[in-house]
């Protein structure tokens, strides 16, 4: 599902509200949706506040393991191809070997909210929510029995 809209403060609340109902009518278990609505509105106020595009647009996919949120300052529409987006340092780095990968959105660590930008500037604020909760302290050891 994908909704965009012109930036406005009130867009926090409308991507909230858009992911929830749609989540909620696909039978999505109430932890993800809440999660989820959660990172659209977190992801629509880091957008706002960082970017001057043009353009707000949500992004919600579901596949066999989770539900990935994503919200960027640009429109796809009228680009003959996908951006290119790459991932962002916790100090504010561009991090980039120099070749155009695959979307880091399928490279999101579990639960995770991180930051992508393109080389031409343009900012995305994206999380993966797996449909089971993820408890590593109760995952056993590296060699030992279960």
């Not at 001057?52 to 949500?58: C, K």
């Not at 989770?66 to 919200?71: M, Q």
């Not at 070997?97 to 930051?115: A, C, F, K, Y």
Request: include cysteine; charged fraction near 20%.
């Amino acid at each position: 599902m994908v909704v965009e809209v012109d930036p406005d403060s009130r867009d926090m609340q409308l991507f909230e509200e858009v992911t929830a109902t749609a989540l909620v009518r696909a039978g999505t278990p109430s932890r993800v949706v809440a999660r989820s609505t959660e990172a659209a509105r977190i992801a629509a106020h880091y957008v706002i506040g960082h970017s001057a595009g043009g353009r707000l647009r949500l992004q919600v996919e579901v596949d066999e393991e989770a539900v990935t949120v994503s919200v960027s300052d640009c429109s796809t529409a009228s680009l003959p191809g996908p951006l290119a987006w790459f991932h962002i340092s916790l100090d504010g780095q561009l991090q980039w070997d120099g070749h155009t990968t695959s979307d880091p959105l399928t490279q999101i660590e579990n639960d995770s909210m991180v930051v992508h930008r393109t080389l031409d500037g343009h900012v995305r604020l994206a999380v993966r929510i797996p449909w089971a909760p993820h408890h590593p302290a109760r995952e056993a050891a590296p060699g030992s029995a279960h």
